[in-house]
């Protein structure tokens, strides 16, 4: 069936509460299901219809999306005039496109049609009601940003945590941050283009380098507790400064180099 993906600005809304998204996804995947959830989604992997690679994987996919879903108790609202709910109705389409496009059978082209497969199967049985109108396949352009951006996300909260609590976890700061600038270097070379400057996307790019740049003073202020530095965003670009910062260690140098050596290579081409 075609489903032809979408391009939607407000597809990138979330990103201004995505801290918050992400940590309830991360629980998603943790948390225990109820044997309630435990015997939709068991019955779920053992149907004909379910779209992915394999049960298993349906069988857990089923059981993160309604620990989510359930979790996000603006979905519930169902009022397209009220921001939150746009905003994580715009989380959770995101969230289905990554985890339906990772494992679906390859018969299969629509992330719509595997979703409407498991909601039809959780809908109606027991008090479980759930009708999500929203859900459309996001085209490959847009995904490839935003995962760049939730892929910066992650490793800024991973970083905030470690720098502001006593977490012995101080040796993880170097290679976070030389991993955040293997997707930070990517991301301003799209921003670089003139079609893309003033793009959403880069908006929210920027948005991202305002928060990471908080992190600068905190860590300064606790810089001896730490063995290793945390590289700055403007340091990205900079081999120089990011060889000396990883002497001792290859742990994302090697795809950060390679990063560089692409960009650079483009540029010489335009």
């Not at 379910?50 to 979905?75: D, W």
């Not at 679906?104 to 999500?132: Q, R």
């Not at 929210?204 to 908080?214: I, P």
Request: charged fraction near 30%; hydrophobic fraction near 30%; include cysteine.
């Amino acid at each position: 069936m075609s489903c032809p993906p979408k391009t939607n600005e407000e597809s990138y809304e979330f990103f201004d509460n995505i801290e918050d998204y992400i940590k309830k996804a991360k629980s998603a995947e943790s948390t225990a299901a109820s044997s309630n959830t435990d015997s939709i989604c068991d019955s779920f992997m053992k149907s004909s219809r379910t779209g992915f690679k394999e049960i298993i994987t349906a069988n857990r996919i089923c059981k993160e999306y309604m620990n989510l879903y359930y979790s996000i108790n603006e979905l519930r609202s169902n009022l397209n005039s009220d921001p939150r709910y746009k905003k994580c109705r715009e989380f959770l389409n995101y969230w289905i496109n990554i985890k339906f496009r990772e494992n679906m059978n390859n018969e299969y082209d629509c992330v719509h049609d595997v979703y409407d497969a498991l909601e039809s199967h959780i809908t109606g049985i027991g008090d479980h009601y759930v009708n999500l109108f929203f859900i459309y396949d996001i085209n490959k352009d847009d995904m490839y940003k935003m995962n760049i951006l939730y892929s910066l996300y992650e490793k800024y909260i991973k970083l905030k945590t470690i720098i502001e609590s006593t977490l012995e976890q101080k040796k993880q700061v170097l290679p976070l941050s030389t991993e955040c600038c293997t997707d930070f270097v990517q991301a301003k070379y799209i921003c670089k283009d003139d079609k893309n400057n003033g793009s959403t996307f880069c908006k929210k790019l920027e948005s991202f380098e305002t928060k990471y740049k908080m992190l600068y003073p905190k860590f300064e202020a606790k810089r001896s507790e730490f063995s290793d530095s945390l590289i700055k965003l403007e340091e990205c670009s900079n081999t120089k400064i990011i060889t000396t910062a990883v002497t001792g260690t290859v742990v994302g140098l090697i795809p950060l180099l390679g990063v560089l050596y692409k960009v650079s290579e483009l540029n010489i081409k335009l």
